[in-house]
Each structure stands twice: as structure tokens, then as C-alpha cells.
């Protein structure tokens, strides 16, 4: 179960990367990438199959990255999320956010064991201040219905 204090030291880092940015415009990963910057954070692109992102170097994986992060989102399948935790293992990053549909108990057994402190079930959008549009509806629904990390 998510901790609201993990969501809270989350949003803290400042140097994340967000696994699943993508060449269709519409994606949820190009979502996350955008808020992230706009709220301020450094953030680099993973993709495998890409070499840029939104004018700047994607990189193919974590263990690719120039310096280390302080953590990562995962907006891709859950069977490459099990491989993607493990390349965070490598790359030493501390903590994964599993956006919804990301999510594998594999994975998140592999995290545990690991020490990566691992967030799932939520929407990064739902806690990145000020939340506005239906994040902020679905923030209110899940607050109603008991829902937000405790």
C-alpha cells in the first residue's frame, strides 16, 4: 500500500526520469514529462526506441542516463515494468512511481526486496501542485471514497 510520506518525499526529488514518453503526442507518459517540467522538475525522457524527446536526448534506458536521478516514473506496460525496476536497481534510483496500468507485483516484489521505495495506484497528476482539471476531480473522488494515502 502507498504511504502518503512517499508520495510527499516523491514530489520532493527534483531529477526524475519518466519511463514511457512517446512519439504519439497524446500518450499519458508525454503528460507526466510536460507537468513535471512545467512544475519546475529536471526531468529526462526514457525510451528505447527513440533518440529524442520534446527537443532533447531520450535516453534508451535508466542505467543510460548522464547523472543520476532521484527517481522514476513508469508509464509502460507492466511486463517491461519488471524489467525496468531492475535497471533502476542498477542505476541505483531510490524510488519508482508505477502510474496506474504500469503496476506488476513482480516488479513491485522485486522493489521490496531491493530497497525501492515504490509507489503504485495513484495518479502522479492527482498530488503535482496546483492540481487542476480532472486530476483535481479525481483527487476529490478518491479523498471522498477514502482512497489517498494515509
Not at 27 to 40: A, C, S
Not at 48 to 60: K, L
Amino acid at each position: 500500500m502507498t504511504r502518503k510520506s512517499d508520495v510527499d518525499g516523491f514530489l520532493k526529488k527534483k531529477k526524475l526520469a519518466v519511463v514511457g514518453v512517446s512519439r504519439q503526442k497524446t500518450k499519458f507518459g508525454n503528460t507526466i514529462y510536460h507537468e513535471l517540467k512545467k512544475k519546475g522538475f529536471r526531468v529526462f525522457p526514457v525510451n528505447a526506441h527513440m533518440g529524442t524527446f520534446d527537443n532533447e536526448r531520450c535516453y534508451p534506458d535508466l542505467k543510460s542516463l548522464p547523472e543520476p536521478v532521484d527517481g522514476a516514473v513508469l508509464v509502460i506496460p507492466p511486463a517491461q515494468t519488471e524489467q525496468v525496476v531492475k535497471d533502476a536497481a542498477a542505476a541505483n534510483v531510490p524510488v519508482i512511481w508505477m502510474q496506474q496500468g504500469s503496476e506488476s507485483q513482480p516488479a513491485v516484489q522485486f522493489c521490496n526486496e531491493h530497497n525501492i521505495t515504490v509507489i503504485t495506484g495513484q495518479c502522479i497528476l492527482m498530488f503535482l501542485e496546483p492540481v487542476t482539471s480532472v486530476h483535481k476531480f479525481h483527487r476529490w473522488l478518491w479523498k471522498l471514497f477514502g482512497k489517498l494515502p494515509k
